[in-house]
């Protein structure tokens, strides 16, 4: 069975400092993995997502995530925070074929971005 | 602008009420899906609909039911709105179960409120 932890439900950093968010993930079969970002009042948007393949992806808005196996990780990353990053941030696993399709979501991590 | 519509965008229900949560997407995706959003509890999945004609039970599944009426639409039914299933709920959809692990599309959210 696949689960994800998000380690932090809340971090907090000054504008232009690195973003580090964490997520770790389970899976008894190779991953699919994600990172989805939700502005307030507004639904999930797909920030990156590492399938097969090169494990450093990069995605929107300047982050990017590396997929470490021996780590179970799949951290999010953006070297100089700017005021609009201010969301909550989830990390999502998938089972590609050989276990479920449908991901499941980590319980999120709300990025909080100080001038 | 392509994409998941959900509607209505707020619902204030009594305890006891029934209620139909709409959803229709154009992207002529196979597969939709309903979550809830609750504080500290990321997204967990209610029902889901592979394709056009056959709808499966989620991780939440009790005390809702869902209809899928065609290809574009997917709708979500409280029988008998309890103050537990107060939560903002989303719809989301992708090309197939299999493209589930190339990530969703979802809908701006209904936030109710059962009272």
């Known amino acids: 069975a696949q689960s994800v932890t998000q380690l932090g439900s809340h971090v907090s950093v000054s504008e232009g400092a690195l973003v580090l968010l964490r997520c770790n993930y389970s899976s008894s079969v190779p991953p699919y993995l994600f990172w989805y970002v939700q502005y307030p009042n507004q639904g999930l948007q797909l920030l990156l997502k590492?399938?097969?393949?090169?494990?450093l992806v990069k995605g929107i808005n300047g982050f990017e995530a590396e997929f470490k196996k021996s780590e179970t990780s799949f951290h999010l990353t953006k070297p100089s925070a700017h005021m609009s990053d201010a969301a909550e941030y989830f990390c999502a696993v998938s089972e590609i074929p050989g276990g479920s399709y449908i991901p499941t979501f980590g319980r999120g991590t709300s990025l909080i971005v100080h001038p | 602008n392509a994409g998941v519509t959900q509607t209505p965008k707020f619902q204030v229900l009594k305890t006891g009420q029934s209620m139909t949560l709409q959803c229709a997407q154009d992207m002529n995706h196979n597969s939709m899906y309903w979550y809830r959003q609750d504080p500290g509890m990321g997204l967990r999945l209610i029902y889901y609909?592979?394709?056009?004609?056959?709808?499966d039970k989620g991780e939440v599944p009790n005390g809702y039911n869902v209809s899928r009426l065609n290809k574009r639409e997917f709708s979500l039914r409280l029988e008998s709105a309890a103050p537990s299933q107060t939560s903002v709920y989303f719809c989301a959809s992708s090309e197939a179960l299999q493209g589930a692990g190339y990530g969703y599309t979802f809908g701006s959210g209904t936030r109710l409120t059962v009272v």
């Open positions: 609909s592979a394709s056009e004609g056959t709808t």
């Open positions: 590492y399938t097969t393949g090169a494990t």
